[in-house]
């Protein structure tokens, strides 16, 4: 897979998501400032993030830690464009996503975002090969093109012979290889990872970490994961911790560390 998509105006993209702006290229890919999150209302408000400044560029691989509630996955939710934030901003490539238009923002979703999450979300009665054609449905691909993207995709995550089998005859990680076969099929500039390996024995864990340090390093794909596990997050180059809905602490992994995963 090439890097056709990656986020230029090739293929108009940027302005079929953005019209009549040209965002910087130097921008960094995402950057929140002040971001707040308040779910409810009233007394039963609950403030999930209270100021979230994170800035990620284009081919990092960042692991998002953090005790459970401190709103990692209400953070991703938001890069993501499954959300959005009660205040705060939130510019991708430079584009405030705050100020598109909601189909602008499904638009960014399904050209530069891919997403994995800890339960694979697959269609159950639906084929491997059928599951990772998806995304491509909904950009209108036409069929031949759709059938062999995916077939590349699922050869990629070392799934060729699995095409035709649906989610039940498959090993969770199997299906969470299908799953990631979906979210790069569309050659997204970053997957969102909620919680990947979470379902998961540490060997099919590592296996996943492997496919994601492949996208990262050979094609480019920016990885945003979500762990609680040190051993998966040993494959990041960049730890944030996330604690009562702030980023604490926000590290730089050396080559050392890298040379010698825990
Ligand atoms: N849709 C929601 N409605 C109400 N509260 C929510 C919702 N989503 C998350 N929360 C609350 O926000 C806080 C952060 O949640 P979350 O982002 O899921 O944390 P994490 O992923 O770090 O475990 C938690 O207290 C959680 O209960
Ligand atoms: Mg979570």
């Not at 050209?111 to 697959?122: A, I, P, R, T």
């Not at 590349?152 to 035709?164: H, K, P």
């Not at 997204?188 to 099919?204: C, F, I, K, Q, Y």
Request: aromatic share 6%.
């Amino acid at each position: 897979m090439g890097s056709r998509l990656r986020g230029n105006d090739s293929t108009g993209l940027t302005r079929a998501f953005l019209p009549g702006d040209c965002p910087m290229s130097e921008s960094p890919l995402i950057a929140l400032a002040g971001v707040t999150k308040i779910f409810g209302a009233g007394a039963a408000s609950m403030q999930a993030l209270r100021g979230v400044n994170l800035t990620i560029n284009a081919g990092e691989f960042v692991a998002i830690m953090g005790p459970s509630g401190s709103g990692k996955s209400t953070c991703m939710n938001i890069l993501g464009c499954l959300d959005t934030p009660s205040s705060g901003s939130y510019r991708f490539k430079g584009v405030d996503v705050g100020a598109l238009e909601r189909d602008q923002r499904a638009r960014l979703r399904r050209h530069y975002l891919g997403f994995v999450f800890q339960g694979y979300n697959l269609l159950s009665r639906t084929s491997a090969l059928e599951n990772v054609e998806l995304p491509l449905i909904y950009r209108g691909a036409p069929a031949n093109e759709r059938h062999a993207r995916a077939e590349r995709a699922l050869a990629a995550v070392g799934l060729g012979g699995w095409a035709d089998h649906t989610p039940s005859e498959l090993s969770g990680g199997q299906q969470q290889r299908v799953a990631i076969a979906r979210a790069i099929v569309t050659e997204p500039a970053v997957l969102l990872a909620d919680e990947p390996t979470g379902n998961l024995d540490s060997a099919r864990g590592r296996e996943i970490m492997e496919l994601l340090t492949t996208f990262n390093r050979d094609q480019g794909i920016t990885i945003v994961m979500v762990t609680h596990e040190p051993d998966m997050a040993a494959y990041a180059r960049r730890v944030v911790r996330f604690f009562d809905g702030v980023v604490a602490s926000d590290e730089q992994r050396t080559a050392q560390a890298l040379a010698e995963p825990a």
